[in-house]
């Protein structure tokens, strides 16, 4: 058994989300009951998809992820799933990204990619919530 | 090779045994012996020290960072480091007089590289030195509206070439002083001071195979170009650079410099064999690649690719078993993408995008393959994870979207 020590680049936990993908993938986002969050920018090298499918009960029953960004965007994101799913709505308003960030072990340099997939889980939540009130006057802000 | 399997005992004796060129790693992964305590001067205990464990290191493809010293180059240094310790500089004893004359014989190595006279070459610790010694200069001009025009021979990133010898004209009908930095040109693409009317140029030991912490400044004779020495001291180096000049560094410099006038056809020659079959193989299975820079004016050995809606740093993490470089914000300090990148007006997202792959006299075709082999497989399948691909797939124009602002 041969090992690349990477451990002095990028923690392990970070490399795992790609190497061992879970929750990649779309949700279909015309469907009444999954709420789409899409944030970050190209131009900054940092773009996250965040979807979630909510059951009648208002909980969390799936949730898929797609990110264009560094390992720890892509690591930060595809925690943000695992830990959403199972979560009700207001219960996954709570997940801060310090607690992503510690989860990773991501240094000072990288705290921005636990900010953004805080934000996709906000945006994602928020679209949900929109879609659950359709023409009951102002829809609520994002 | 000669250290690349050494093991805690071998690596503290020297080996003095010349290889002619460097044998091709298994598999492409080189095999060493993890000792960090190899390091410490004072020798551990060998009963109570632990087993050293085997460990794979990644392919190197990162020659524009750095170089491996060319085994004939260690060969040349090595009686220096061990015997031959004179300080160059002293007048009075056989110690001095032959450290001072292997000083020269690397000097008149290094000039010959750029059809330049020894006495025109001064040594430094690094390009990074000859650079500020070369724009101090301006400082001393001996016109006050003297200027200097300063470019680099072939960009470090993107490998482009600049033409050389037509700026080095213009500077020389409009009496401007022309200074290049060719740390990545020297020894890989022919260079003459005259027939290019340089004034100045930096040279860099370690990205010609040759040690770290040595390099070169050129300064013309005829006319005279004045320089204003950047650290004062006992004058060595005709007073432009004093401090005791480091012998066996030099030495390996000028081996450097005249085992790369002697490899240099071939070199090339080989350099862009595999530099096609990269380009060709990677363009060939992935749509969507860019390739930066100008593809005619261009060194083989430095190729920038930006593969569109994959990350650059995410690309590296998953090509872990290759040493490569990015321009993407995440691999610099400053979280700014390369201004290289940025001055040629590639857009902000492929800029983000890219990978320089380095290929350099010791790349294989093996490790060239096995690169390309996991870049493509690692590009389809961080394109899988990307939200821009998908959208693009499904027909959707990426400039139309109003991203978020972060």
Same mark, same amino acid.
């Given at each position: 058994v041969v090992l690349v020590d990477l451990s002095i680049s990028l923690p392990a936990q970070v490399v795992d989300h790609y190497e061992n993908p879970r929750n990649v993938g779309s949700l279909d986002k015309t469907s009444k009951n999954v709420g789409t969050?899409?944030?970050?920018?190209?131009?900054?090298?940092?773009?996250?998809?965040?979807?979630?499918?909510?059951?009648?009960?208002?909980?969390?029953?799936?949730?898929? #992820?797609?990110? #264009?960004?560094?390992?720890?965007?892509?690591?930060?994101?595809?925690?943000?799933?695992?830990?959403?799913?199972?979560?009700?709505?207001?219960?996954?308003?709570?997940?801060?990204?310090?607690?992503?960030?510690?989860?990773?072990?991501l240094p000072p340099v990288k705290l921005h990619c636990s900010m953004l997939a805080e934000d996709a889980i906000k945006a994602a939540l928020a679209d949900y919530k929109l879609k659950q009130e359709p023409k009951k006057g102002e829809a609520e802000k994002t | 090779m000669l250290l690349r399997t050494a093991s805690r005992r071998v690596a503290s004796a020297v080996l003095v045994t010349p290889v002619p060129r460097a044998k091709a790693p298994t598999r492409g992964l080189r095999l060493r012996v993890v000792d960090h305590a190899s390091q410490s001067a004072v020798p551990p205990d060998a009963v109570t020290a632990p087993e050293a464990e085997s460990v794979l290191r990644p392919l190197y493809m990162d020659v524009q960072a750095t170089t491996p010293l060319d085994p004939r180059v260690l060969d040349a240094m090595l009686p220096y480091l061990v015997n031959y310790y004179g300080n160059p500089h002293s007048r +009075?004893?056989? %110690?001095?007089?032959?450290?001072?004359?292997?000083?020269? =014989?690397? =000097?008149?190595?290094?000039?010959?590289?750029?059809?330049?006279? $020894?006495?025109?070459?001064?040594? &430094?610790?690094?390009?990074?030195?000859?650079?500020?010694?070369?724009?101090? !200069?301006?400082?001393?001009?001996? =016109?006050?509206? +003297?200027?200097?025009v300063s470019v680099m021979t072939v960009n470090n990133e993107i490998g482009v070439k600049q033409p050389i010898a037509e700026i080095g004209r213009i500077c020389s009908s409009k009496k401007v002083y022309f200074h290049t930095d060719a740390a990545q040109a020297v020894g890989k693409i022919p260079l003459d001071v005259n027939d290019m009317k340089i004034d100045l140029m930096s040279i860099s030991g370690h990205k010609i195979y040759g040690p770290k912490g040595v390099g070169a400044i050129y300064i013309r004779r005829r006319p005279r170009v004045r320089v204003e020495a950047l650290q004062s001291g006992g004058g060595q180096e005709r007073g432009m650079r004093s401090g005791t000049v480091p012998t066996p560094l030099v030495v390996g410099l000028g081996a450097a410099c005249e085992v790369a006038q002697q490899e240099m056809e071939y070199d090339h020659r080989r350099i862009s064999k595999l530099a096609e079959r990269l380009i060709q193989k990677i363009m060939q299975s992935l749509p969507d690649v860019?390739?930066?820079?100008? $593809?005619?004016?261009? %060194? $083989?050995?430095?190729?920038?690719?930006?593969?569109?809606?994959?990350?650059? !740093?995410?690309?590296?993490?998953?090509? /872990?078993?290759?040493?490569?470089?990015?321009?993407?914000?995440?691999?610099?300090?400053?979280?700014? $993408?390369? %201004?290289?990148?940025?001055?040629?007006? &590639?857009?902000?997202?492929?800029?983000?995008s890219s990978i320089r792959f380095g290929i350099g006299r010791? &790349? +294989?075709?093996?490790?060239?393959?096995?690169?390309?082999? /996991?870049?493509?497989?690692?590009?389809?399948?961080? =394109? !899988?994870?990307?939200?821009?691909?998908e959208m693009v797939q499904d027909g959707i124009d990426l400039k139309s979207i109003k991203w978020t602002q972060h």
């Open positions: 969050g899409l944030v970050g920018a190209p131009a900054c090298g940092d773009v996250m998809k965040l979807q979630i499918q909510v059951d009648e009960k208002g909980k969390i029953v799936d949730a898929k #992820f797609k990110t #264009f960004g560094c390992g720890s965007a892509i690591a930060s994101s595809s925690l943000a799933t695992e830990w959403v799913k199972g979560k009700t709505v207001e219960e996954a308003l709570t997940i801060k990204n310090t607690d992503i960030a510690k989860e990773l072990c | +009075t004893h056989a %110690y001095g007089w032959e450290s001072e004359a292997a000083m020269e =014989r690397a =000097r008149q190595q290094v000039a010959s590289l750029i059809g330049a006279d $020894p006495r025109e070459i001064i040594f &430094t610790s690094g390009a990074t030195e000859s650079n500020n010694i070369a724009i101090k !200069e301006l400082e001393a001009a001996i =016109r006050p509206d +003297t200027s200097l860019v390739m930066n820079g100008d $593809p005619e004016h261009h %060194y $083989p050995g430095c190729i920038n690719l930006s593969f569109a809606y994959v990350e650059g !740093e995410s690309l590296l993490m998953a090509l /872990k078993d290759v040493a490569l470089s990015s321009g993407s914000a995440c691999t610099s300090a400053s979280l700014e $993408p390369s %201004y290289v990148l940025r001055a040629i007006g &590639t857009d902000e997202d492929l800029a983000h010791f &790349t +294989t075709e093996e490790e060239v393959d096995y690169t390309v082999e /996991k870049c493509i497989h690692h590009v389809k399948r961080l =394109r !899988e994870m990307s939200p821009l691909w």
